[in-house]
Each structure stands twice: as structure tokens, then as C-alpha cells.
């Protein structure tokens, strides 16, 4: 168990209800309390938008229908998230690279990306560099 996974708020986007529980209980075990899910990427801007500083992390997959992960990371940098985001697919690398160089354009954080099926190590080390980031941004060393 991670101690610093109890400050994170997390949530996951992905439309396949298996891998949105798979995750959530890897992210229960590691020690985060707050995770919310959502199977379509609009519903999850919903959230996002109601309350901007809810979640400082999103996993969120790029194959989705109805608005797929490409376009859910452009919308998050449109409405100015500043939490961290990782990406979880199973598509081919060099698009999962650009997806992540979009984002970054558009003002997202990305940590990284995740091949499905995420491991237990892959998860921790994403929640662990957004608590990084968190504490650097609450000490003033980010931007």
C-alpha cells in the first residue's frame, strides 16, 4: 500500500465495465479511497467540469465510442484541467504517443500511459508521480 494514495482522487474512464472495476480495485489496493468510474468519456467531462479541483488524476483509455480518448483529453485541456492524467490502452504505441503529445498541447499533464491489462506496479507508479507532482505544486515548484 501506497500512504501517499489516500490524497489522491482518481477517476477512470474506459468503456469496458470489467477493466473499469479491474483498475478500481488495483486502485483500492494500493491505498487510494477516492476513485470514481464512468464508462462514457462525456459523463466524465461532467464530472470534471462540475468541480474542477475534484480529481488531480484521471486514467482514461483511448478507444471509446461516442467521444474516444483523444478527443476527451483535448476537451480536459480546453476547460483548463490542471490535475494529471494517464493513459490506458491496448492500441498500437505510436499512437498512444501522439494522443500524449496532444494532450500535452492542449495544457494536459500527462504522466504516462499504460498497456492494458495494467499491472498492480504500473498503476502505483503512476499514482506515485502524481502525488510527486502534487506536493512540487503545493511547495511552489511547479507552475
Known amino acids: 500500500m501506497i500512504e501517499s494514495a489516500k490524497r489522491q482522487h482518481v477517476l477512470v474512464v474506459d468503456d469496458d465495465q470489467f477493466m473499469l472495476e479491474t483498475i478500481k480495485q ?3 489496493h494500493i491505498g487510494c479511497e ?3 468510474t464512468c464508462e462514457k468519456a462525456e459523463h466524465a467531462l461532467d464530472l470534471v467540469n462540475g468541480d474542477p479541483g475534484r480529481f488531480n488524476l484521471v486514467f482514461c483509455d483511448l478507444h471509446m465510442p461516442s467521444m474516444n480518448g483523444i478527443e476527451f483529453l483535448s476537451t480536459l485541456g480546453n476547460h483548463g484541467y490542471k490535475g494529471n492524467v494517464a493513459i490506458i490502452s491496448s ?3 505510436k499512437l498512444v504517443n501522439s494522443a500524449e503529445k496532444l494532450a500535452e498541447i492542449m495544457g494536459v499533464t500527462v504522466l504516462g500511459s499504460l498497456e492494458k491489462p495494467v ?3 504500473s498503476m502505483s507508479e503512476m499514482v506515485i508521480r502524481s502525488d510527486q507532482r502534487r506536493t512540487a505544486l503545493e511547495k511552489g515548484s511547479l507552475s
Do not use: G, W
Open 119 to 121: 499491472s498492480i506496479d
Open 26 to 28: 488495483t486502485l483500492h
Open 91 to 93: 492500441a498500437d504505441q
Open 34 to 36: 477516492n476513485v470514481q
